[in-house]
């Protein structure tokens, strides 16, 4: 397989891993931080802005998806898919930890 559809399937992962936050704080009607904040990723945006940002974040996700070829790559894709997720999330649980305080 090419190295790019292992990096399709990665990035792929990790922004539908960003769509989930700004998601359900834009859903919720909370404010939360995004590249549009001041300062970017820091402050918080309004709830809107957090709509629009995981929109874009899920349109990312399913394009990326799609080149990867992760539905029809087999299991190593798979795998690269779901780490990319877990990376994210997982970078995410830290830097946002402390968000109220900022």
Do not use: D
Request: charged share 5%.
């Amino acid at each position: 397989m090419f190295w790019s559809l292992y990096l399709a399937s990665f990035f792929a992962g990790a922004f539908l891993s960003n769509f989930v936050p700004h998601f359900v704080q834009g859903v919720c009607g909370n404010r939360f931080p995004t590249p549009f904040s001041k300062p970017p990723g820091r402050g918080l945006s309004s709830a809107p802005v957090n709509m629009v940002w995981s929109l874009v974040n899920l349109a990312a996700a399913v394009v990326l998806f799609h080149l990867g070829h992760v539905e029809h790559g087999g299991r190593a894709l798979l795998y690269i898919f779901l780490a990319g997720f877990a990376i994210l999330g997982i970078l995410h649980s830290v830097h946002f930890q402390h968000k109220q305080a900022n």
